[in-house]
């Protein structure tokens, strides 16, 4: 009787979206699928779960694997799972006949897992939210920042796109310097610019418009500060941004461990001007930026399932998820 | 037929308090009562209006003037009554046989006049929330900030507060230096301090805590950086907070209007650290803190009612209120 094929999924569950890859063991990916909001403190339990089904069902019917055994699901989630989100999730994919053991992992080593195979270095995530941690054999073994939009998460995309609308509120207001950041926003939200010196209703309009939306939207405004190539408030915004990803990065540095920095997230693994800013602030052999966690994903889930992620296995997972994305 | 006295009351709506004031015309303060919050904004129109109902009717018990007809009520209230707030006040007064016109007057206008009678000059407030207007024939005809938490209210509370959690947070987290706040806050939150080096259980602790409330209700640590007298963390907060209120007022000075300064707030007016900083700042021949808007709403109801308040006026109602008080 020939040997059942063995396969694990490995799903990478972020704030915008969420990747599901299929991976048969050692190392070959088979089949890709994306979702929305995996990130279960952004959306809920609730709709975290079903983007995660949703991206599983679609990277399983795209792999075309009949037969062949999910030995098990490993999700790389923020907070690694520690809400009500797995009885979600169990309970969606018993609904597709797919009954195998969750496994949760830290999004944070999902992400430094995308950009090497190497067991010891760092990661700088800036995304939505933002953090860095220091990996040593293959864990994630010291955590900085990645507080929330509200207490922490400095350099990350909330951050940037509060201090970019507030720039421009301020410069309406007569209190900031005129920024470049100011008809950017107000066309992005659809507001008509003053009509005359001292005309109040851009504010009104733009102040009743934010506040309407829940607060971790004001991360969408980020993307202004890119688009504001050269004006001086946003060069100030990012030169601050990246200077804060620098610290938190400095404090999970140890003597003992070189690197790599493996950096992603939105801000980071997208958008070359805080990358740049901080590749150049951190000093490291070896800084790569990276899309988004799902190769680190795989990597978690076929570790999980025993096998050692060498620079071959590495390569081959890198190789064949790109094949079939 | 003797003439039946005439009164007005003057109600102070304020985010963490409200103040009701009895007021016989001309100008002679009769009864005084406070309740809880009255800002719509913060805690609803439903418990807004409860605040103020209890207000009045205090106040009306301690006034002692049965057979006095009041005239109108007259409320200074964040957005001066632009919520749905209005109705629910109407039918709560009228439940106790108080139908009298209700007048909607700004809680920054009352701050004012609670430190002049003089028709031309700046208020700067920094309670839970910061801003600052401009005065010209009684009325207020220019604002900057107040903005609200998110968007503004810079030197605010809520900003000094959500500074110094950040800061306690980066110092436990190695992001920030070593800080007086941090012993402050977790004994605040009730939460141990790191038993070794490295242990994140505060930190955990600490985020979960804060992130249980409101975002508002960050304003409760603002007075943190009054006692950590002399911390540099502390002082460089509190001179940012300074810094941030006197670009307010300098985006609504006017070359033809000198004066005075009114600050109030209870930043501002109960707190000398930050009102002395920016008294240093904003240069005007005459700065005068206030603790609350009261007498300011007593000007503008004995005004509504018209009556001019001139400086003989202002006294009378300044002196009987203390005395009521």
Known sequence: MPEQPIAVVAVDAGGTSTRAVVVRLPGQCLGYAVAGSGNPIAVGPQAAAASVAESVIGALSTAEV?????????LAM??????DVAPEI????????????????????????????????????AGTGAGAIRVE????????????????????????????????LADLDGRGPSTALTPLMLDRLGVP???????????RAAVRALYA???????????????????GA?????????????????????????????????????????ADRLAAACRAEEVRAVADGAVGACV?????????????????LTASLTAVR
């Open 213 to 231: 939306g829940p607060p971790v939207r004001l991360a969408d405004y980020a993307g202004l500060a890119f688009e504001a190539d050269g004006d």
């Open 137 to 168: 054999d293959g864990r994630q073994v010291a955590v900085a920042d990645g507080l929330g939009w509200l207490l922490g998460d400095e350099g990350s995309g909330f951050w940037i796109g509060r201090r970019v609308v507030r720039a421009a």
């Open 90 to 125: 169990s309970s969606r994919l018993a609904g597709i006949g797919l009954d195998a053991p969750l496994v949760f992992e830290s999004d944070l080593l999902a992400t430094y897992f995308s950009g090497t195979h190497r067991p010891e270095g760092y990661a700088v995530i």
């Open 66 to 74: 009949p037969g062949t055994r999910i030995r098990m699901v490993v």
């Open 193 to 203: 610019a003053p009509s005359e010196p001292g005309d109040r209703e851009p504010i």
């Open 300 to 316: 978690l889930a076929v570790r999980h399932a025993g096998t050692l992620v060498d620079a071959a296995v590495f390569q081959q």
């Open 234 to 274: 946003a060069e100030l915004i990012l030169d601050d941004a990246a200077a804060a990803l620098a610290r938190s990065l400095a404090a999970v540095r140890s003597p003992g461990v070189s690197g790599p920095v493996v950096l992603g997230g939105g801000i980071l693994g997208r958008s070359p001007q805080v």
């Open 78 to 83: 923020a907070g690694a799972g520690s809400t």
